[in-house]
């Protein structure tokens, strides 16, 4: 029998799914001209909010990732991918914890934009890195973070490349041409993400060297930094495709990975 864990967490998959898809369709619209923005998680949420039945789809959207939530910590905490304690293995559970971290924010304003659809949060990469650059070493501390968030980049686009993503699926249940869409929305949706990851940690690297924290800056941030580029409605339309397809492969993720608990 399915455990109600494992259904929770399949939820929260098919909700981070959706997230991702809202965000490349919204940049999709932007690099093509048609209206639409380039939009990060609490921009995308806020642009649910506004559509029939858009309330209720962010309360299910908040509560589903609180499922996500709950399997990252799993992942994390008890190991349940069993990554181990190698340095490998420490740094993929410390991923699946900044995940956690990452998507608790998301969920709390999915809900707060629920309640009152014009809360906006008050937080944002200039203020966090703003925050640092105060501190003692501060600045050393934001290269360190930029350069771990290039990193975090480079690997998602390697991981999918060389379709690591597949590792955890249960391809013994998949048809060939299961495998093969699972394969392609995972490679091109990790490339995209990758490349975005990359563009965000450059950002907090100049950060530091430049000593002005307006110079951090998020998702939303690194697709509109595309869209400025020569041709950057064409690589701006790429990179959102992408984003769908990453998206999309968390919908099959949510169906096919072996989920051990």
Known sequence: MISWVDRFARLGYMCQGTVFILIGILAFMAAAGVGGDTENTTGALHSLAKFPFGQFLLFAIGTGLIGFIMLMCLKTFKDIDRNGTAVGGLV?????????GIYT?????????????NTNSEYSESTVSSYLLAQPFGAIVVVIIGLIIIATGLFQVYSGLKERHMDG???YEMTPKEQHFAAITGKIGFSARGIIFVII?????????RSNPDEAQGFDDALAT?????????WLGIVAVGVIAFGIYAFVRAHYEHIRL
């Open 201 to 209: 940690g450059y950002f907090f690297t100049i950060t530091a060297i």
């Open 169 to 171: 699926f249960k391809v």
């Open 105 to 117: 924010f998301v969920a709390v304003q999915a809900f707060r934009i629920t309640m009152s659809q």
């Open 92 to 100: 993929q559970r410390g991923s699946h914890l900044l995940s956690a």
């Open 226 to 234: 595309l869209q400025d580029q020569p041709f950057g409605g064409f």
